[in-house]
């Protein structure tokens, strides 16, 4: 009972002494003091950022708050790494354009509508499109992991998938995690009290054990079952209309789209990756040659100080038999005539962080394909584009801007 009551106190202290909240498996906190969130100044909406904000909502507006936390590799990595890192401090943006940067919480006001809120820390795989109404409030948690190994998660499928970007569930201010690990020890105390009381319900132990045991992989398993059937379920898609924009699929678990008989369909994923800054740009950022707290925010974050310039990616530009098409680092389908049709996919000029001193090489930033589309049939098209964004250790500008889609 008193190792019980030990672990139940150490579980309570977890969030808030500061030893042990890196323990926690969401981490608000930034990993160091000079990356706490703040607005970018690039930003196009109203912003409110923080480690807590308190709540509030609004008559005309929606609020939308989104969590940006961090994870330590997994212990179990295979391939534990100390190389420097991608940049990966969390970039939240609203519609292509960035709202805030660092790790906290970011409260955004925007009108009521359609937007796609994303969060790019080091690749662009974490976004979601959300129908707001007036007055409504939606929170949001992200989760990215630190070190080299972060690269491994720019797309789904990782058993251990530390990478997440969902819709807040966790009630109050405990995370749902430590409410579990609370009851699970509860659990284990007063079973171990009604033993000690009464020896002899020791004798049906085994046979309870084995029947938790069963119920837990049942249940595991009809939940997988039930998300495999979700993720083959088919939408069969209306006709166009004229002003029809691509729809938005999810990032992780795209729905299966069909188009309506006598069309075709589009799928077009979009995604990048930030590229490691060069030796020579990290000995600039760090002031000369980095010292060993510098070297290890490289290892960690993937650059040694805080740049005044928080590089962003912009969205893409896409033309559909020379039409621009709305796009963003996204999966998206659209639904098209059969027959053949021109695509064109480029990263455009950055429109902020660039100045006459910035070098530039957009040479490789422009994809052009000519693809045939098959009545009742999605041609599914994936691009990848390299970005490498230096800033500049001094202004707030890029250093250098260079893109490759391949």
């Known amino acids: 009972m008193a190792f019980a009551l030990a672990a139940a106190a150490l579980l309570l202290a977890w969030p808030v002494l ?34 807590r904000l308190d709540a509030r909502t609004s008559a005309t507006d929606a609020i939308v708050v989104v969590r940006t936390a961090w994870r ?10 100390l190389r420097a890192s991608r940049p990966l401090a969390p970039v939240v943006s609203v519609d292509g354009v960035p709202a805030s940067w660092g790790w906290g919480a970011t409260e955004l006001t925007l009108t009521p509508g359609t937007h796609l809120v994303a969060v790019a820390g080091g690749h662009s795989r974490c976004y979601r499109q959300v129908a707001l109404a007036a007055g409504e409030r939606l929170e949001l948690d992200y989760a990215g992991v630190l070190g080299d190994t972060a690269d491994r998660f720019a797309l789904p499928g990782e058993l251990r998938d530390p990478v997440s970007f969902m819709e807040r569930r966790r009630p109050g ?33 085994p046979a309870a054990a084995i029947t938790v045991g ?52 589009l799928g077009l994923h ?60 996204t999966r998206t389908w659209t639904q098209l005539a059969p027959g053949d049709h021109d695509l064109v996919v480029r990263i455009p000029q950055h429109p902020t962080q660039t100045r006459p001193a910035t070098t530039v090489d957009l040479t490789r930033a422009e994809h052009r394909t000519r693809f045939h589309a098959a009545p009742g049939e999605t041609t599914a098209i994936a691009l990848h584009a390299t970005v490498t964004a230096i800033p500049s250790p001094k202004g707030p500008h890029l250093a250098s801007y260079s893109a490759a889609l391949h």
């Open 18 to 51: 500061p030893g042990l909240r890196r323990l926690g498996p969401f981490k608000v906190f930034p990993p160091f003091r000079a990356w706490a969130v703040r607005p970018h100044p690039d930003a196009a909406v109203e912003v409110r950022t923080g480690r």
């Open 173 to 205: 201010s405990v995370a749902l995690y430590y409410l579990l690990l609370l009851g699970g020890v509860a659990a284990a105390a007063a079973l171990t009290w009604t033993a000690l009381a009464n020896p002899g319900i020791l004798a049906a132990a």
């Open 270 to 329: 979009l995604r990048y990756t930030l590229d490691r800054y060069p030796p020579e740009a990290v000995a600039a950022l760090a002031g000369g040659k980095p010292n060993p707290l510098q070297r290890w925010r490289t290892v960690r974050i993937g650059e040694p100080a805080a740049p005044e310039c928080r590089p962003w990616v912009p969205a893409p530009e896409v033309l559909l038999d020379g039409e621009p098409v709305a796009a963003g680092w």
């Open 214 to 265: 069963l119920g837990i992989g049942a249940a595991a398993i009809i939940a997988a079952l039930r998300k495999q059937a979700r993720l083959r379920r088919v939408a069969v898609a209306a006709p166009p209309a004229a002003d029809d924009e691509p729809v938005v699929l999810d990032a992780d678990e795209p729905a299966r789209m069909a188009p309506a008989p006598g069309w075709a369909g």
């Open 72 to 81: 330590n590799q997994d212990s179990r990595e295979a391939r534990p790494s």
